[in-house]
C-alpha cells in the first residue's frame, strides 16, 4: 500500500463523554478479529501514531494529525503478507517517527521517519536476517528523545537480545548489560531514552530472571534489582521509562507473578504504585503496568483486573491515580501514552475483537473525572 495522505477521516470519529474521549479507525484498517487501528505514542501537538493491521493481516504505520486526518505509510522493503509489514511505536516533538518493520522473510528491520516524510531504514551490526531475528525499535512510546537518538535492541542469529543506540547521525553503538544471559531469549533490552541520552530497560539472565539496567550517557551500565521483585523466569524488575529529573519508571513483577508500577530515584529511593482495582490473583500476570510518562511526570499505562481484563490508568506526579476504560470497550489494549498536556492515546478492543484507536483529552476527562466503565 502506497503511502497516502487522507485529509478527510474515512474512518468513525466519535466524541465520548462530553468530549472526553474520541475514538478513532485509520483508514485501510481490517474489521476482523484481531485486525484494526493500534494507536500507540502522542506527541506534544497530539499528533498519534500507530499501525494497523489491515484485511489481509499485513500491518501499516499511521499518523494522526490533531485535526483528526491520517497519513498511511510503509517502510521501503515491507513486506507484504499475511503478519508482515510496518509498525510505528514511537514519535519526538519534531514529528519524528521510529518502529519497525517484518520483510519478506519475516526479519526485523528499523527505521526513521523525518517530519517530512523521507524514510531511513536501518540495522543495527551484529542483527540476525532469518525470521524472528533483526532489528526492533519495539513496543515502547519513548524509543526516540528530542535530538532524534533513538534505542531498541537487536536479535542475533543465535535469538539473543542487544541493546543499541542510534545517534541522531545514524552512527550505531550496541551493547549488553553485565549478567545478561547469553541463551535463546536472553540479553538486553532496551526501552526508553532520556533527553540527555540515558538509557534504560532490562535484561534476562541465564535463568531467565529480569534485571533492570540504566545506561548513562557516558555508556556506563548500572543494574538493579527492586525490593519484592521475583527471581523466577520472567520475574523480576523491567526499567520502562524516565521522569523529566532522571527517576526510572518501569515494572515489577513479583514471586506471585503479580505486576506493580514502581519510581526509582538518583537516591535509590522506591515507590511502588497499584491501580486501586488491579487484580491480586496469584499466578495470573494481573496488575499494573505503567507505559507512558510525560514531562510533568504524568504516568499513563494499563492494568489487569481479577478477570483478566485490562482498564486505562492515569498517575499524576502527586501520586493520585484515575482508572477509565472507553466506553464500549469489551477489552483495553494495553499500552498507552500521554502527552505533555496530559492527553492519553491507546486502542481499545471490541466484542468482535477488533482494534480501534482512542484519544481520552487532557482536559475534562485527563484526570479528575469519575471511571467510565463500558462493559
Do not use: C
Not at 538493579?224 to 521522569?243: E, I, R, S, V
Not at 513483577?253 to 535509590?268: E, M, R, T, V
Amino acid at each position: 500500500m502506497p503511502a497516502a495522505i487522507i485529509l478527510v477521516a474515512l474512518a468513525i470519529s466519535i466524541p465520548l463523554s462530553a468530549q472526553t474521549i474520541t475514538t478513532f479507525d485509520a483508514p485501510g484498517a481490517g474489521t476482523g478479529p484481531g485486525q484494526g487501528t493500534r494507536a500507540l505514542a502522542i506527541d506534544p501537538s497530539g499528533t498519534i501514531i500507530g499501525f494497523i493491521r489491515d484485511a489481509n493481516e499485513v500491518r501499516h504505520g499511521f499518523i494522526r494529525s490533531q485535526d483528526g486526518s491520517f497519513t498511511t505509510f510503509d517502510a521501503p522493503g515491507a513486506g507484504t503478507g499475511a503478519g508482515q509489514g510496518t509498525r510505528a511505536y514511537s514519535i519526538n516533538p519534531s514529528g519524528t517517527i521510529t518502529g519497525h518493520f517484518t520483510d519478506s522473510v519475516n526479519a526485523a528491520h528499523g527505521y526513521v521517519r523525518s517530519n517530512q516524510g523521507v524514510i531511513t531504514v536501518f540495522d543495527a551490526p551484529g542483527a540476525g536476517t532469518g525470521p524472528g531475528q533483526g532489528t526492533f525499535p519495539f513496543n515502547s512510546p519513548l524509543l526516540i528523545n528530542p535530538n532524534g537518538a533513538i534505542t531498541g535492541f537487536y536479535t542475533d542469529s543465535a535469538f539473543v537480545t542487544h541493546g543499541f543506540l542510534r545517534y541522531e547521525n545514524g552512527a550505531i553503538t550496541t551493547f549488553d548489560a553485565p549478567g545478561a544471559g547469553t541463551g535463546v531469549n536472553q540479553g538486553t533490552r532496551s526501552f526508553a531514552i532520556s533527553p540527555r541520552g540515558e538509557i534504560t530497560g532490562f535484561y534476562f539472565d541465564g535463568t531467565n530472571a529480569v534485571h533492570g539496567f540504566l545506561r548513562d550517557g557516558k555508556g556506563v551500565i548500572t543494574t538493579f534489582d527492586l525490593p519484592g521483585a521475583g527471581t523466577g523466569p520472567g520475574q523480576g524488575t523491567y526499567g520502562g521509562g524516565f521522569t523529566p529529573d532522571g527517576t526510572i519508571m518501569g515494572v515489577l513483577i513479583d514471586a506471585d507473578n503479580l505486576n506493580h508500577g514502581f519510581l526509582l530515584d538518583k537516591n535509590s529511593a522506591v515507590t511502588t504504585f497499584d491501580a486501586p482495582d488491579a487484580g491480586k490473583v496469584p499466578g495470573s500476570l494481573q496488575g499494573t503496568l505503567p507505559w507512558g510518562i510525560n514531562t510533568s511526570g504524568e504516568i499513563a499505562g494499563f492494568y489487569v483486573d481479577g478477570t483478566n481484563l485490562n482498564h486505562g490508568f492515569v498517575r499524576d506526579k502527586h501520586g493520585a491515580i484515575v482508572e477509565f476504560d472507553v466506553p464500549g470497550a469489551a477489552n483495553m489494549g494495553p499500552w498507552g501514552s500521554i502527552a505533555p498536556n496530559g492527553a492519553v492515546a491507546g486502542f481499545y478492543v471490541d466484542a468482535n475483537n477488533v482494534a480501534h484507536g482512542f484519544v481520552r483529552e487532557a482536559h475534562g476527562g485527563a484526570l479528575g473525572l469519575p471511571k467510565f466503565t463500558g462493559q
